[in-house]
């Protein structure tokens, strides 16, 4: 193994300029396609509901065929990512996803407490690898994605439901799409307003000087046993 | 993440309750613009099946042909011109999406059929859209059962070129898709062969109930 390995998620140790691998290869592919695909269903979902777009695009039966097979494609990325070997890294951050702290919950008062007005600057406890908006996040996004999956099929696949369920997955479909760009919108300018979190996404790596203002906590995990 | 999966399948199993009270609420405080954009102000979603909404040429006709004794080529103003039927009727999406309360104004199709003399071995109606690609098709008894109208008017106007203007049929009970768009010609024929939508999957049983209504309309 030579200095630069980076087959972990974290190797401080042995990090050249102080840097700290915060995704490895396979969670920005993942990453990265699905963000295609999601592109892709926002444009076509776009194209099948709203009548000026409709009047540019037309073709129905092509948009909605591209829709459905970018949404059933949609949990491909992220069931390869995390099968096997390379999956390690993407399945230990789930992990981290799943895992609540005492620090996240003082993190979330602080939120609520700034926003109020009770508190002029927000606390920084010690949080872990994410943060709870990126758990939060995280919930919503695989919650939501199964819903919508659920609800498309349904869509698609209707003959043999009765004509209110359609009804309910349409409005759920619709809706939840809605929530979606909006959280969506909201993912992307949070990156762009943490230009290092957002090369991160491209490079992998982030300074140790990042991850100690805002992941104090995941430096001092115990590094990833090979 | 097991919370939003549940609510996902209560909306699933409710929303339709939800969905109507949610383009009550809309209505209610006049909100066009935004009703417009959000889903649940119970709106057509317009579909075209073609590069876009076709534009209806300027010597527009509706042509009553096939096994007729007088073939019809009839302008706008023909049509207008025969005894027009008003209905408001809910336009039902197979989909599930539904426009509640919409007003037809337009003439009987049996009683179009009567006009240019159906021969009697004609028993079904294909219909074919100036877009070039839509089709769709009714049997006579069909037509009668539920007294489809081709239309003009909709929604207090004359129809627009997204909702299929300047002609289009419009079929009570039956879903969405019948009412084919952009009407252009009208065909007696000897059976009802599959339209457009019936072709990509939609069911060829079209009554939304599942059945034609008990009572026949007169």
Same mark, same amino acid.
């Given at each position: 193994m030579s200095a630069t390995q980076v087959s972990t998620d974290r190797a401080p140790e042995s990090s050249s300029r102080g840097l700290v691998l915060r995704f490895d290869g396979v969670e920005r592919a993942v990453h990265w396609l699905n963000a295609s695909l999601f592109l892709i269903l926002v444009g076509t979902g776009a194209a099948l509901y709203f009548t000026p777009l409709i009047a540019l695009v037309g073709r129905r039966r092509l948009v909605e065929e591209i829709h459905l097979y970018a949404g059933l494609a949609l949990p491909l990325p992220v069931l390869l990512g995390l099968?096997?070997? #390379?999956g390690r890294a993407l399945r230990r951050d789930i992990g981290r996803f799943n895992r609540w702290s005492e620090a996240d919950l003082e993190w979330l008062h602080g939120l609520v407490d700034t926003a109020s007005g009770r508190r002029r600057s927000a606390v920084r406890p010690a949080l872990g690898k994410f943060n709870p908006g990126q758990k939060l996040n995280a919930a919503f996004v695989a919650g939501g994605g199964l819903v919508m999956l659920g609800t498309g099929s349904l869509l698609r #696949?209707?003959?043999?439901?009765p004509l209110s369920w359609r009804a309910g997955a349409t409005f759920v479909h619709n809706w939840l799409a809605v929530l979606f760009v909006l959280v969506i919108v909201g993912h992307i300018s949070l990156a762009l307003a943490d230009r290092e979190a957002l090369r991160s996404m491209f490079g992998g790596r982030v300074s140790r000087g990042w991850a100690a203002r805002h992941a104090p906590a995941w430096l001092e995990e115990p590094a990833d046993r090979p | 993440m097991l919370s939003v999966l549940g609510l996902g399948a209560l909306g699933t199993l409710f929303g339709s309750h939800v969905q109507a009270g949610i383009s009550g609420l809309l209505n209610s405080v006049h909100a066009n613009g935004l009703a417009s954009v959000?889903?649940?102000?119970?709106?057509f979603t317009i579909y075209t099946v073609t590069n876009g909404y076709p534009a209806a040429p300027a010597d527009y006709r509706l042509r009553v042909g096939g096994l007729v004794e007088r073939p019809l080529s009839l302008s706008l103003g023909d049509l207008q011109s025969l005894p027009a039927t008003h209905l408001t009727r809910d336009f039902q999406c197979v989909t599930g999406w539904v426009v509640s309360g919409v007003h037809w104004v337009g003439v009987r199709l049996s009683d179009l059929a009567d006009h240019a003399g159906v021969q009697p071995s004609a028993r079904a109606f294909r219909f074919t859209s100036f877009d070039g690609v839509y089709t769709e098709s009714l049997t006579l008894e069909q037509a009668r059962q539920t007294g489809a109208i081709v239309a003009y008017s909709m929604l207090g106007a004359p129809i627009t070129r997204e909702h299929g203007g300047p002609v289009r049929l419009y079929v009570p009970d039956m879903f969405g898709y019948k009412a084919i768009k952009w009407l252009s010609g009208i065909e007696l024929v000897t059976q009802a062969p599959p339209g457009y939508w019936e072709q990509n999957?939609?069911?060829?049983?079209?009554?939304?109930?599942?059945?034609?209504?008990a009572a026949p309309k007169v």
């Open positions: 099968a096997g070997r #390379w #696949w209707y003959e043999p439901f | 959000l889903p649940g102000g119970g709106q999957g939609y069911p060829v049983n079209a009554w939304i109930s599942g059945q034609p209504p």
